[in-house]
Structures are given as structure tokens and as C-alpha cells.
T-cell receptor
């Protein structure tokens, strides 16, 4: 079974520029998450999708962050404009629907804003 | 609001030792708890998933326990090896279906 795929692996941008990250979840996984992990901290949820609908985006800074999952499969997370404090690893995870299933994470995208 | 803490923040042990990592959470209304491993610069690898109705799960040298009423979980690693060196994260899945993570324990196993 193929894992969660993310790209790019690394990205360096200047502040105020825009950036986009892509995630392809495991086939058949209806639930998709985007997490932000700042160095030395645990991941923090940004947004959760169930198929192509948003379940929870309460911690997403909506003035600069946006995410979509148009066909209920791949997802894109965008930051525009980026700030220095957005430097972090952005992790995508997916899971089958149902309380008993575990989440699987991608390798993450390391973003550095300079 | 659910808060997850992990103790210790860092741990260094000689190879071959058995060790215990601790995870505490404030709200016992959880579906399950998952332990992950994270290598430097990498994503998270799932180690064990414990459902709220279970007391423990085992996989090889790893054993995770869950005491939901007291808001605690432990990850026991037997006969530690240098390859076990990584950061270990626990995450609780709440009734609202989101995972809340602890800050992690950074483990170093010295040869």
C-alpha cells in the first residue's frame, strides 16, 4: 500500500511571497489532515477534511492560509503572504473513516521563510 | 480544551536498557491514543494505536498501555537499540475526531 505523498520536500521563500503544498493521501482514505509542526513542538492541526468537505478549520489562519480538496482525493495547502513565523514542517495525514482506524503521515514539507 | 504533555522531554540511555515514556492528557473523552515515532527531518511513523476500550497494545519490543480514567499512557521499549533513537510523540483522538499531539520525548540510545 502506497503511503501519503507530499511535495515539495523542502521550500525556501522570502516573506510576503506565496507558497503551495500538495498532498496525495492513501487510496480509500476519506479523512485528510494538514498539520503544522514548529521545531521542537508537536504537530498542530490546521484543517481536517472528510472527503471534499471541511470538518474543522478552527485553527487555520484564514487571512493567509487556505486549503482545498476539490475531488475528495488530493489536497493543496496555500500560504499567501508568508510570514517568518510560518517557518515549519507541514504534515499531511490520512485515515479511513471510522473511529478505530489509525492515521498515516507523509514525510512533510519543510518551509523556511527568510 | 484537550492538553497533552509528555515526560521526560529528553532521555538518554545506554543500549540494552528497558525504558518508559509517559504521556498525559487532560480530557478522558477520547476515541483512541496513537504513539508515533519521528526521525529528524522526517514525517511521523505510526507505532501503536490503542482504542479507548483497550488497556494495552504490543508490537515487537514496544508495549503501550492506556489508563483513560487517569488520563495516562505509557510506551515501554524493551532492550533499547541505537536505531530506536528518535522523537516519540503521543496523540489523542478526541470525540470531534481530531488528533491532539504532545510535544514529544527525544530519545537517544547510546551504543
Amino acid at each position: 500500500e502506497a503511503g501519503v505523498a507530499q511535495s515539495p520536500r523542502y521550500k525556501i521563500i522570502e516573506k510576503r511571497q506565496s507558497v503551495a503544498f500538495w498532498c496525495n493521501p492513501i487510496s480509500g482514505h476519506a479523512t485528510l489532515y494538514w498539520y503544522q509542526q514548529i521545531l521542537g513542538q508537536g504537530p498542530k492541526l490546521l484543517i481536517q477534511f472528510q472527503n471534499n468537505g471541511v470538518v474543522d478549520d478552527s485553527q487555520l489562519p484564514k487571512d493567509r492560509f487556505s486549503a482545498e480538496r476539490l475531488k475528495g482525493v488530493d489536497s493543496t495547502l496555500k500560504i499567501q503572504p508568508a510570514k517568518l513565523e510560518d517557518s515549519a514542517v507541514y504534515l499531511c495525514a490520512s485515515r479511513r473513516s471510522g473511529t478505530q482506524f489509525e492515521a498515516f503521515f507523509g514525510q512533510g514539507t519543510r518551509l523556511t521563510v527568510v | 480544551k484537550q492538553e497533552v504533555t509528555q515526560i521526560p522531554a529528553a532521555l538518554s540511555v545506554p543500549e540494552g536498557e528497558n525504558l518508559v515514556l509517559n504521556c498525559s492528557f487532560t480530557d478522558s473523552a477520547i476515541y483512541n491514543l496513537q504513539w508515533f515515532r519521528q526521525d529528524p527531518g522526517k514525517g511521523l511513523t505510526s507505532l501503536l494505536l490503542i482504542q479507548s476500550s483497550q488497556r494495552e497494545q504490543t508490537s515487537g519490543r514496544l508495549n503501550a498501555s492506556l489508563d483513560k480514567s487517569s488520563g495516562r499512557s505509557t510506551l515501554y521499549i524493551a532492550a533499547s537499540q541505537p536505531g530506536d533513537s528518535a522523537t516519540y510523540l503521543c496523540a489523542v483522538r478526541e470525540v470531534g475526531q481530531n488528533f491532539v499531539f504532545g510535544p514529544g520525548t527525544r530519545l537517544s540510545v547510546l551504543p
